[in-house]
């Protein structure tokens, strides 16, 4: 099993299992493919949420990159990394007066969800803000991952953003619209649609610098299509050349998706009726995904003969500790597989539930790996 050049067996060795494998190398083909793609004057204001591992944003911060961060760390994380206050938005449901005052402090572009959100900003001070819309469209691969609709916490109605909007020109430098309408798409019409409804909005309101689209591109996780990038770029370009506006995507998953990997080792392997159960060492502590969106990842694993059909768990007290169900090679305790396409909300997600400390992380780039992140220990972790 190799990444980069690299060989994954030697990384397990080395640091253990489970630990997170970043590959560099496709990060920066993943951000030029989008970079490239978007022909028009554009921010990249990457999701740090979706991997907010310092040595990776650096890199994507040289390469041009802005941040889109929820909380005042994320702008610590963003200035610490270089990116300049113009490319950094701050956005999120229920901000911190602490996250605002950062934000503000910094200078970032603030997307206001709602109206008493505005008016404990105003208090602060004269800040560079847009305002998040509600489009209504309801994307997105799992419930949990849509943001639009008439149920959901984010941003507010058209109207009401319109008129909020109006009402903090004297006030606030209202710089742009902000929509994000879910999380992992693949198909282009929701796109089309936020668009569209977002383009009336600018009419509506007057001049914008900002059309702020969010992010939501989508990748395959197992046999679907990849996401129509030409299309969205032609469509969201369009869109912000007719008003002469600088369009930010606050893409995260499409850009370090594919591009992370879970090493983990087989503890045990356990046959109970007809069931041939997995058990290995990361759980849903170490990758949320499968618990918490259903969501199925590829597994590499080595090894010749017929495939075997297992039910592959984890070691947390859960019964939704499950990531399903896997054809793989015949497989024995000790084995090495890797879960494929972890490099968006894995590591960012873990936590020390069930008393299992975070993992260790380490990137590969052309040929070579580094630890970034030790795996917590018991002296380490703060348990
Ligand atoms: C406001 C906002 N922007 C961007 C993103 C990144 O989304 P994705 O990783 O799907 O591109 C998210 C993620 O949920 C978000 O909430």
Redesign the pocket.
Known sequence: MKVSGVDLESIAEEFGTPTYVIDFERVRENYTRLNEALECPHVIAY?Y??NHEPELVRMLALMGSGA?V?SAYGVMLARWAGVSPDKVVL?GPSPSRYDLEEALRYGALISLESESEASVLEKMGRARVMVRVNTGIEAGAHPSLV?GGKKSKFGLPPRRALMLLKSLRSTMDVEGIHT?IG??ILSIEPFKRAVELIMKLVRDFGEVKVIDM?????IPYLNEEAFPLEEYSDIVCDAASQVGATLFV?????IVGDAGYLLTRVNYVKEVGEEKWLLIDAGMNDFLRPALYNAKHRIIAEGNGPKERYLVAGPVCESADVFGEYYLPRLKEGDLIAIGDVG??GFSMASRYNLRPLPAVVSVDEGRYRLLRERESFGRAIF
Do not use: D, I, N, W
């Not at 969010?214 to 989508?218: E, K, Q």
């Not at 606050?250 to 499409?254: A, D, L, Q, V």
């Open positions: 999701a949420k979706a889109t929820p956005v943001t994000h999380s992992q969010g992010g939501g591109l989508g606050e893409s995260g998953r499409y968006a909300y």
